[in-house]
């Protein structure tokens, strides 16, 4: 097992991500900030501080916002946390205090903190894990105050959130007499782990094992829970046709399971608590139906942006191979769930199939969920958009063609922000005796090897440039770094001189004892692609997606005029700089023939070869799609 | 104007037609009167004939069904009248008669005539037009009696139906105290035009005109019924959002509605009703509305197989272009009130625009509703399907892989078989001096010409060959009949001499001196085509139908495996005869080259253009879809 390089040691100079940081920083978490305190203009109030206050007693009013509005005061801790690794602000770091200072004055007694229960439902407490998010806001509190703890050393909320956690562990559990259950949306689990990481107690690793190993177990524990509130939903309604358990993954035992089903926050979230449990336990049989339902997500239900959940209904996985691009629902948490499930699985196996996918995400369908500006975001990551569509058919309703500003349930922009300004989580892991490069993102870090620690310096243009450059520190010991599967050949040098390192998974391995300084070169040429899909994926039939590097390109008809479906790639290709939406930006010109438009009315005719005419056709990536004005129509698939 | 020779003047003798009318005779009537009887086993009731004897006082009991229940009684009238013309029983009519007889004692005094109000709200009568199907029973029932009555001579029902209609003559209308209504589901319109022809009471067609003319002015009636109604709707909850005026055609006055919208068996009745009053008032610019309708329609929202209503949304028209084809709707009864919309405009402009899509329509997109068996319907004729995707994507929730058995709302079946058993209706018309044949259907006729009647017979193995031979008997007439829209070329012969007929609007002329036994040879080459759509249509870039004479085909996994989107058609086909399906079809072997599978488990790979495999596939005619077990995939549309 190797572990992650903390935040704290990794430093970012990396121009793509400076931007993206920039906005976490300077924009998301100052305006959620002001949403969280019902500030903004023209919006439905949060209530979600106000929610804390009253619970504190400091005010009186009634509950206000979802069921699960504490966790967004969580992730804004959380992303707060993160800031102030990679970037100290005392003013922000003072307004943090005071967030937790009244979270600790709303705890109960007990330890008991959830607002919603506090001032709406307290004899409900702890009575519908099914639908009321109670173990899922106490995760997320959870993963900030181990983020806050970490940025800052302060403990106050971490120590609010043991009480909290001994308060759940004192009432569910295997013991007689506690609750057999487990949360209708998994997220406790993988914060028990990092609670347990950052304190050492052994019963929260206890605690996630039984909620994990419960889950989907005979007879059902929420089939059970439902029985006792008489059949009573928390979502109007009730449940005439009984629990759909595929919905929150507890149709079998988890380690039963073979095809991710269900809502995809819910799966990406449980997969990585699972995957984080078995590298902390060392359990081989949880390891194994991880990298079981891992490959069946990734070959055979991914989109090429690292999209997951294609159904709408349930924001669900849908089946293998079932990936309509135009349907798709792909949404922006859910994504950000796979790079977490991504790196707890490279914890335990250093292998590309995850740092591959872990970089397909991050460049395509994350970040993909955010304007340009910072302002607006999309729940929603589709592959082609068809704006008259989007208007006109509720097939389709649920896709927009321009990013909305802001969500009543707002989960994925902080969700964004927290995947953002934890980035250096994810680019270097170290054992005894090797430091891993899994992400090529410039910038600095001091990694422990063994007893020592290497200084490590990453250069380079990524991923619009392939050249990346690394000097590491004195020592002996292993440098490894990822090929990706993308990458049709690659070189190496170390200290100016070619080298053939040792490939294993998809990693070339250096070993020697290095020097202060040395070099390693990294060259990944970086032609234009085009992709395929497996043909299975019949949505894809026919046509081909355009990639350069990691980053997977587009048409909008800003670029190319209206109907798209026209186009037919000839696969020349031709790159150029282009910062018109994004400094240093690669965007694309390809060959292409455009079926001539038809003269005559009619709707079919006898079919004509030759009729189209040869045209180029720019292609911008797919993460910067719709920010502009004209976006009347989007497509990532072309025909060839 | 030209007149359509009525059913009884022509015989039919097509073996294509042979089937389906036997299957209408000897299936679909049958079973209809037993279900309208509720003898259907383990089938929930109709409850349609007990409402009758409810309503008539014969027994005690609740009204049951649809609030439209009456129509499946009229619909089941009125396709025994046109088998009783086509081939007289008189055992059938003895049963009919009794069910007129039965529909006698159920009116009440002063004319009323529908068991839902009768039985259920007799306080309601005409309160709500909108929800309720009052007007479009008593529509139904008046297309019944008018077709009882040219079938029989016997005017019972007429009678009946005509005192109904007085009553709602003199309770709708534009008078001081009459309502200012309209019906929620047209259909009365067509057969007040249609009574109107029956009894020549003139008052028929002005009712007609004033629903026609009343429709969609403002103050809309359909808002007023509502208020008056406290805003309560029928189908359950209210109206919060108001009405839906596209969903009914009611959005713009008739002559300002220029996209066909709304719900599509509404739009089609609606446009045969006011093009049928237009043919007999002269009414100019309801006759031009129809035209741009028509236009509309079938230039910008009609499927290859002339399926209409792309959304299963309100079973409804999408907008222009928007021709999904696996999402479809595409109601069999859209496609049947598209073959009298067609009929109608036919009678005022002999314009083959009109007999090319009524010719595609009974050839593909009705009779694909109906299994060979003559026993499982589909409401839905989708253009392409996954079976996997029916069963887990509600997207395609409404989709099939085999037609179910019969239906609760039970419309498409018998709207089948009285489209089938009055086909003779549509195949010829006249005027004063020409003879029009609009569809190549085999038999005899008796024209009716000036003052003379023509005495015509047709032969040939339409749709499977383009050999038709025509013999006429004397007179100074001219024949006229369509060249197709699809066909390349044609020849024509008059007594085994070739001619070159006067072509307009799509239809070959020839005006002589005929001798009894004059013979004319119509030869229309039918290579097999492929044929693609508009490039606005985007769903079909890249790929083309296959279609042969009026036939379109359809690829089926049973014949060709599954993953049909893998297959490339190169344009060599190949017809055979195959009986296997139905007896005397001609199936098309095609060249194509397939994608190989991979062998690897990747998802996406670098695109490799020569990945195919030479094959053959089997193309059958898309109207036998899913008449065999292995029915995993269909798709028309195949990439080229």
Redesign the interface.
């Given at each position: 097992m190797n572990n992650f390089t903390p935040l704290k040691n990794v430093k970012i100079e990396s121009p793509f991500w400076k931007t993206y940081t920039d906005i976490a920083k300077d924009k998301i978490i100052p305006y959620q900030w002001l949403a969280i305190n019902d500030k903004i203009p023209d919006t439905a109030p949060s209530h979600a501080i106000r929610n804390f206050r009253i619970a504190a007693g400091l005010e009186e009013g009634d509950f206000g916002g979802m069921v699960f509005q504490d966790s967004d005061v969580a992730k804004w801790l959380e992303a707060v946390a993160y800031r102030l690794t990679i970037d100290p602000d005392a003013e922000l770091e003072k307004t943090a205090d005071e967030v937790i200072d009244l979270i600790g004055q709303a705890q109960e007694e007990d330890g008991y903190l959830n607002t919603y229960f506090q001032i709406k439902a307290p004899d409900k407490k702890f009575t519908n894990l099914l639908d009321c998010h109670e173990l899922y806001c106490a995760g997320h509190m959870t993963e900030a105050a181990v983020a806050y703890y970490e940025a800052t050393g302060k403990d106050k909320l971490l120590k609010i959130m043991c009480r909290y956690i001994d308060l759940i562990d004192s009432k569910i559990g295997p013991e007689e007499g506690k609750i057999k259950g487990y949360p209708g949306h998994p997220e406790i689990e993988l914060a028990l782990v990092k609670l347990y990481r950052a304190t050492g107690e052994k019963r929260y690793l206890k605690l996630c094992e039984f909620m994990v190993n419960e889950r989907g177990t005979d007879p059902n524990y929420f089939d059970q829970e439902l029985e006792a509130r008489n059949h009573i939903g928390f979502w109007g309604g009730g449940y005439q046709r009984g629990v759909d358990r595929k919905y929150c993954q507890a149709h079998k035992p988890i380690r039963q399971q073979t095809e991710a089903v269900g809502h995809s926050v819910r799966a990406g979230y449980l997969y990585t608590g699972c995957a984080d449990l078995a590298a902390e336990t060392g359990d081989e049989s949880l390891k194994r139906a991880m990298e079981v339902l891992w490959?069946n997500i990734?070959?055979?239900q991914?989109y090429?942006t690292g999209g997951v959940g294609a159904?709408v209904?349930g924001e669900a996985f849908?089946?293998n191979y079932?990936l309509?691009n135009d349907?798709v629902y792909a949404e922006t948490c859910a994504q950000i769930s796979m790079v977490f499930f991504a790196q707890k699985m490279l914890r335990m196996d250093v292998n590309r199939k995850y740092s591959d996918v872990m970089e397909r995400l991050i460049y395509n369908g994350t970040i993909s969920g955010m304007a340009l500006d910072g302002r607006h975001f999309f729940y929603t990551n589709p592959l082609s958009m068809?704006e008259?569509?989007t208007r006109?058919?509720?097939?389709v309703g649920h896709i927009h063609s321009k990013r909305p500003g802001w969500f009543g349930c707002a989960c994925c922009p902080p969700n964004l922000a927290r995947m953002i300004t934890s980035l250096g989580n994810y680019i270097y892991s170290s054992d005894e005796n090797t430091v891993y490069t899994h992400l090529y993102i410039g910038g600095e870090a001091d990694i422990p090897v063994g007893d020592k620690t290497v200084h490590l310096t990453q250069t380079g243009n990524y991923p619009w440039s392939g050249e990346i450059g690394f000097t590491l520190s004195e020592g002996k010991y292993a440098f490894a770094f990822r090929i990706p599967g993308w990458a049709?050949s690659f070189a190496v040098k170390a200290n100016g001189s070619a080298v053939s390192p040792e490939i294993r998974k998809g990693y070339a391995y250096i070993n020697r004892q290095w020097k202060d300084g040395d070099t390693v070169e990294l060259t990944l040429p970086m032609p234009v692609?085009?992709?395929?899909?497996?043909?299975?994926?019949?949505?894809d039939?026919?046509?081909?997606?355009i990639m350069r590097g990691p980053v997977v390109y587009c048409l909008e008809s800003a670029d190319n005029g209206d109907?798209?479906?026209?186009i037919?790639l000839t696969?020349e290709f031709e790159t150029y700089a282009d910062d018109s939406l994004f400094e240093g930006a690669v965007n694309i010109r390809a060959s292409a023939m455009r079926?001539?438009?038809?003269t005559s009315?009619?709707?079919?005719?006898?079919?004509?070869?030759g009729d189209e005419e040869p045209c180029t056709v720019t292609a911008i990536p797919y993460a910067f799609w719709t920010n502009r004005e004209d976006s009347r129509e989007m497509t990532v698939w072309v025909?060839?």
């Open positions: 490959d990734t070959e055979k991914m090429i159904h209904y849908s089946f079932h309509p349907t068809w008259e569509e006109k058919c509720p097939r049709r692609e085009l992709v395929e899909a497996n043909p299975l994926a019949r949505e039939a026919g046509k081909a997606a109907v798209l479906s026209a037919r696969g079926r001539r438009t038809w009315s009619e709707l079919y005719r006898t079919y004509k070869p025909r060839v």
